[in-house]
C-alpha cells in the first residue's frame, strides 16, 4: 500500500510568483486536507477536499485555492506568494471527511 | 473555537527517564484528541488519539495519554525515554474523529531532547 506522497521535496520561489504543489492521497482514500506549518509552529489548517469538492476551509485568503482530482489526488496553488508564505505544506489523506488523517512528508517552499 | 496549548517549547529528558508532555484544550464540543510525532524533514505520524470510552489510550512505541475532562488536558507519557524517541510532538484536538470540515487544530509543538 503506498502512502501519501507529495511533490516536489523543495523548492523556491520569488514574492508576486504563483505555485502548484501536489498531493497523491493513499490508496482507497478520497478526501485531502492541507496544512501549512511554519517554522517553529504546529500545522495550520488550510482547506479539504471531499470527492473533487472543497469540503471546509481554515482563515486563509483566497489566494490559497485548491483542486481535487477523480483519481484524489489534488493540488494547492498560491498566488502573489508573500514571504510569510515560506513553510512547509502538508498534506493528508483519509477514508472519509471525518477519517483518520494520513500524512505525507510535505513541501517545503521558500519565498525570497 | 477550538484551541491547544503546550506547556513547554522544549524538554529535556535523560534517557530511561520518564517523559511527560503537556497539553491542554479549549473545546465547545466533546473534543477528539490527538498526539502526532514529527521527525526532522518528515510529515506527521499519529502516536495515539482519544476519541470515545477509554480515558488512557495507548499508543505506539510505549507512549500513551490520558484525557482528563476536568482539566481539559491530555497529556503524553512515556516511562522511560529513549534516544529514539528526539522528535517534535504536537498535540491536536478537532470536534470530529479525524480531523472534518474544520481541520486539526495543533498546538506549537514540543521539542523533545534526550539527553544520554
Known amino acids: 500500500e503506498t502512502g501519501v506522497t507529495q511533490s516536489p521535496t523543495h523548492l523556491i520561489k520569488t514574492r508576486g510568483q504563483q505555485v502548484t504543489l501536489r498531493c497523491s492521497s493513499q490508496?482507497?482514500?478520497?478526501?485531502v486536507s492541507w496544512y501549512q506549518q511554519a517554522l517553529g509552529q504546529g500545522p495550520q489548517f488550510i482547506f479539504q477536499?471531499?470527492?473533487?469538492?472543497?469540503?471546509g476551509r481554515g482563515n486563509f485568503p483566497p489566494r490559497f485555492s485548491g483542486l481535487q482530482f477523480p483519481n484524489y489526488s489534488s493540488e494547492l496553488n498560491v498566488n502573489a506568494l508573500e514571504l510569510d508564505d515560506s513553510a512547509l505544506y502538508l498534506c493528508?489523506?483519509?477514508?472519509?471527511?471525518?477519517?483518520?488523517?494520513?500524512f505525507g512528508p510535505g513541501t517545503r517552499l521558500t519565498v525570497t | 473555537a477550538q484551541s491547544v496549548t503546550q506547556l513547554g517549547s522544549h524538554v529535556s529528558v535523560s534517557e530511561g527517564a520518564l517523559v511527560l508532555l503537556r497539553c491542554n484544550y479549549s473545546?465547545?464540543?466533546?473534543?477528539?484528541l490527538f498526539w502526532y510525532v514529527q521527525y526532522p524533514n518528515q510529515g506527521l505520524q499519529l502516536l495515539l488519539k482519544?476519541?470515545?470510552?477509554?480515558?488512557l489510550v495507548k499508543g505506539i512505541n510505549g507512549f500513551e495519554a490520558e484525557f482528563k475532562k476536568s482539566e481539559t488536558s491530555f497529556h503524553l507519557t512515556k516511562p522511560s525515554a529513549h534516544m529514539s524517541d528526539a522528535a517534535e510532538y504536537f498535540c491536536?484536538?478537532?470536534?470530529?474523529?479525524?480531523?472534518?470540515?474544520?481541520?486539526?487544530?495543533f498546538g506549537k509543538g514540543t521539542h523533545l531532547i534526550i539527553q544520554p
Open positions: 493528508a489523506s483519509s477514508l472519509a471527511r471525518a477519517g483518520e488523517q494520513y
Open positions: 490508496s482507497g482514500h478520497n478526501t
Open positions: 477536499y471531499y470527492r473533487e469538492e472543497e469540503n
Open positions: 473545546s465547545s464540543v466533546p473534543p477528539y
Open positions: 482519544y476519541t470515545t470510552g477509554a480515558t
Open positions: 491536536a484536538v478537532s470536534d470530529q474523529p479525524g480531523g472534518g470540515a474544520d481541520g486539526l487544530t
